[in-house]
């Protein structure tokens, strides 16, 4: 990155540096438990090295910093460990209806140059999804089968790590920049997203339709993306992600 001295001449910071490496162990196992169903397990740990990190500030770029990383004086000095177990079972669409199930129960850490473990922003420590499907068949008119299918999924996402404003830096000089002594210190509510989506199909031999109804995130969960500093009332306020979302929807095919 090129920025400017103290006497206004540019210079290149940080061109120096070395890649960040890692050493990754997976053990994995895979069983098919019916002739439908399906189940894998994979236990993984990830131990990174030589990681991009502050000289002198608690910041790393696997820590989930903003973009005013490279603009501080950097060394390889960091390290980083991910350990996690996932577990997965499925069921193929069959008889007219299918699943599938997983789980993530995870540790993401990194270790700048002051030696104090810290969570990476990513740290959710678990996540697990869900879906589920059934299909009807109605109508027994030659040359005409009519479908309705029900779908309906979950998410569960643990508290998401986040490092909030610098309040006092805000205040002083009317820009925006996060708290770097203090990364990853503060944590959103979990999420816990359900969708579910009808769907009917008419087939004709010349034509087909499809109207379909989703309802996504039913229960109205709203992810922070950001924070932003107010200059007027020089108080902090967080941006969400949107809410709940219904999709009506017509399709025909000729």
């Given at each position: 990155?090129?920025?400017?001295d103290d006497?206004g001449?540019l210079?290149?910071?940080?061109?120096d540096l070395l890649?960040?490496?890692?050493?990754?162990f997976?053990?994995?196992?895979?069983r098919k438990?019916?002739?439908n169903i399906r189940?894998?397990?994979?236990?993984?740990?990830?131990e990174?090295?030589?990681?991009v990190v502050?000289?002198d500030?608690?910041i790393?770029r696997?820590?989930?910093?903003?973009f005013?990383f490279?603009?501080?004086?950097?060394n390889?000095g960091?390290?980083?460990r991910?350990?996690?177990?996932?577990?997965?079972?499925e069921?193929v669409?069959?008889?007219g209806?299918?699943f599938?199930?997983?789980?993530?129960?995870?540790?993401?850490?990194?270790?700048?140059n002051d030696q104090v473990t810290?969570?990476?922003r990513?740290?959710?420590?678990l996540i697990?999804?869900?879906?589920i499907?059934?299909?009807?068949?109605l109508g027994k008119?030659?040359?005409?089968?009519n479908?309705?299918?029900?779908?309906?999924?979950?998410?569960?996402s643990g508290?998401?790590?986040?490092?909030?404003i610098?309040l006092?830096y805000?205040v002083?000089?009317g820009r925006?920049q996060?708290d770097y002594?203090?990364?990853n210190s503060a944590?959103?509510d979990?999420?816990?997203?359900?969708?579910i989506?009808l769907?009917?199909?008419?087939n004709?031999?010349?034509?087909?339709?499809q109207?379909?109804?989703?309802?996504?995130?039913?229960?109205?969960q709203?992810?922070l993306i950001?924070q932003?500093?107010?200059?007027?009332?020089l108080?902090?306020?967080?941006?969400?992600?949107?809410?709940f979302?219904?999709?009506?929807?017509?399709?025909v095919?000729?």
């Amino acid at each position: 990155v090129e920025r400017p001295d103290d006497n206004g001449e540019l210079f290149r910071s940080n061109d120096d540096l070395l890649c960040n490496k890692a050493h990754h162990f997976v053990l994995s196992y895979r069983r098919k438990l019916s002739e439908n169903i399906r189940f894998a397990a994979e236990l993984y740990h990830l131990e990174q090295f030589n990681m991009v990190v502050g000289e002198d500030l608690p910041i790393s770029r696997s820590g989930g910093e903003d973009f005013f990383f490279e603009t501080f004086p950097l060394n390889n000095g960091g390290k980083g460990r991910n350990t996690g177990l996932e577990l997965a079972i499925e069921r193929v669409f069959s008889d007219g209806y299918y699943f599938i199930a997983n789980t993530s129960i995870f540790e993401s850490t990194y270790t700048p140059n002051d030696q104090v473990t810290r969570p990476t922003r990513f740290n959710n420590r678990l996540i697990g999804n869900g879906i589920i499907g059934k299909e009807w068949k109605l109508g027994k008119k030659k040359g005409k089968t009519n479908l309705f299918n029900v779908n309906a999924s979950v998410t569960y996402s643990g508290p998401q790590y986040y490092t909030p404003i610098d309040l006092e830096y805000a205040v002083s000089t009317g820009r925006i920049q996060t708290d770097y002594l203090s990364p990853n210190s503060a944590r959103q509510d979990p999420l816990f997203y359900f969708d579910i989506s009808l769907v009917y199909q008419s087939n004709k031999p010349k034509r087909s339709s499809q109207l379909s109804l989703q309802i996504r995130n039913i229960f109205n969960q709203r992810p922070l993306i950001r924070q932003v500093f107010n200059r007027e009332s020089l108080s902090t306020s967080n941006i969400y992600g949107s809410g709940f979302i219904p999709v009506l929807a017509w399709k025909v095919q000729i």
